[in-house]
């Protein structure tokens, strides 16, 4: 009768199906989309050796900028920064992006090689419509660097893009990592976390439609449809 252990009990069931599917699935693109999913979840629990093995395999089996991207940030949450210059530093030209840049840019500043890092400050530039989370990377690399001001400035543009039911996982994750916290005196800083999302929600799922919503088809605006 308890909701919240109900919720949970539903969670663990699809994590144990999504674990087994990812032996058997044969179909490239659907084992791709369950192991995302399933990284997604052991990150969101801090389950880092799990989602350390997971992201291995993901990025054997896609070998892509987004696979590598999975595997470095998991290394840097498990301060593994050697294991991430490592990683990226031997991709190809046509497997690196702002993202894989920024990651690699802020194990090298982690590792006291602020030259190098600084290297990858100057080419990791988000686009004008770059996602949140692109932005966010680069954020950390520019706070990694000592570029206070750029760093807090794309924060902020950050936090407002992000949806209102997802901000404060991505603040809370701010407060945390070295980049940011050593921020934590900054009055800028401090500023940018007071950031409210630009970004509207539908009132039933959080989300910004139907499309995306996990009730789709269940409520009577979908079904009306």
Known sequence: TNAEYMQNYSLVRQVIMIQNA?????????????????????????????????????????????????????????????EVVELLSKLP??????????????????LGEKDAALKHADLAKPADDASPGVVY?????Q?????????????????????PSQLDGFK??????????SLAAVPEFQQALQTRSKVKESSCSGGSSC???????????????
């Open 172 to 181: 809370t994750h701010a407060k945390a990592v070295p980049e940011f916290a």
């Open 211 to 225: 499309a995306g919503c996990p009730m789709r088809g269940q409520c009577s605006k979908e079904q009306a449809k």
């Open 22 to 82: 990812l032996e058997t699935e044969q179909d490239s693109q659907r084992w791709e989309y369950y192991a995302r999913a399933l990284h997604s979840y052991y990150i969101s629990e801090k389950l880092y050796d799990q989602a350390l093995e997971l992201d291995g395999r993901i990025h054997e089996r896609v070998n892509s900028a987004i696979s590598a991207a999975l595997l470095a940030e998991t290394q840097l949450a498990m301060d593994k920064n050697a």
């Open 137 to 141: 990377c680069v954020a950390r690399l």
């Open 143 to 163: 706070a990694a660097t000592g570029n206070v001001q750029q760093a807090v400035a794309l924060l902020t543009r950050c936090f407002e893009q992000i949806p």
């Open 93 to 110: 030209a046509d497997k690196t992006n702002v993202v894989t840049e920024s990651l690699e840019g802020i194990a090298l500043a982690r």
